[in-house]
């Protein structure tokens, strides 16, 4: 029996493991699922891997299970808003009393058989909640994303079923390695041999990582090519065909031979149509309109490559003459990406990421004054700083007169805070 309150169960969370406190490894949360005896055996398990897009072929293929009546568990990572998005059934967040009775069960299992030094990481922590929940719920499949490369994650400590790779490119470079060989290597340590591993064409170093994996390991390979879009998409954005199609390709594999009898009827064309339609992601290409008639778009990008795509779409939409806000992490190349974001919009406010080391705005607006850009160009972009993204967002309402829009981009986290106070702005939504 549950004995304590979410409020509780988050404030053990934090004096336990605080967030941002990442010490990796995989012993930690091997010996906790033994200690609450697998729960991830009673169900099959799909991993999600890469660089960009993981988020959005998750919701894809969620909604298109769920369409087709399967009971289904999401592990989606960050959350932007609160702690209980992290365990999704059923197309449905977690309560914050099914969060708390699931970390309960957690907490219980340690408190009677932890017998390590350490202690189970934050993540680690919320993932053990996360299979528990899901083993109670009586979900017949997960989609499980991994947050950081794939080695070191808490993912990896199960067995998947199958694992979809999206998009490599360089991120977390600290960590994961400086090429784009290395990189792939750390995201595809979750494969298994002799499992499936469903991925989209990606640049050749990371297709001989494949390769060598299929020759090396036995790894059934199935390449994903980009569909024709014949279907309304619920996402936003012109990466979402390429998502879509790996959801595709991953549901063929779900009901040819993961779980066959879930399908007894194969794939139905109008459950594919209309998951696809339905399909949702929060900050995301996400658009708010606010009562003053300002368009506000908050979206996660925060690498280059992504970055690059949701700068682009922003930039062509507004003629260069949109607002940014903008913040960076302080792992990031800032000398690399500011002048994308210089190159994207008529006003840009630098702000800081909340919870994290990021770079400090009058450090990137040093950074944005050393780009060379047309002298004419260079004069007609206003920059300011602002210590938060409150203060960002009411620095570029001011400087709109009438209607315009505004990109929030850089990080989820920074996203997530930025949801939460446009929700109090707005007339509409559309949640891309």
Known sequence: MMVWSFEEAEQYLNDTAPPGKSVYGLGRINHLLEILHHPENGFKKVTIVGTNGKGSTIAFLDAILLAHGLKVACHIKPHLEEVTERIRINGVDSTPE????????VKTGIDSGWTREDRATYFELIFAAFLCAAKNAGVEIVLMEAGLGGRLDAVNSVDSDLVVLTSIGFDHTELLGETIE????????VVRPGSILVVQENPGEVMDVIDRLKFRDQVDVRLCERQNRAFELGLNGPYQDINSSLALAALDVVSSEILPESFPGGINPDFVRMGLKNARLPGRWEQFISDTGIRW?????HNESGLEMVLKRFKDETSGTGTIIFGLKKTKAAEKIIPMVVDSAGHIIFTRIPYFESWEPENLESIAGTIPVERDRLSQIQIDCADSIEEGIEIAEAGIKGTGSVLITGSLYMVGEARGILK?????????
């Open 182 to 189: 290395e990189i792939t290597g750390e995201k595809v340590a």
């Open 98 to 105: 099914e969060f708390a009775a699931a970390l309960w069960e």
């Open 297 to 301: 778009i908050i979206d996660g990008g």
């Open 424 to 432: 109090k702005k707005v007339s509409e939504s559309d949640p891309g």
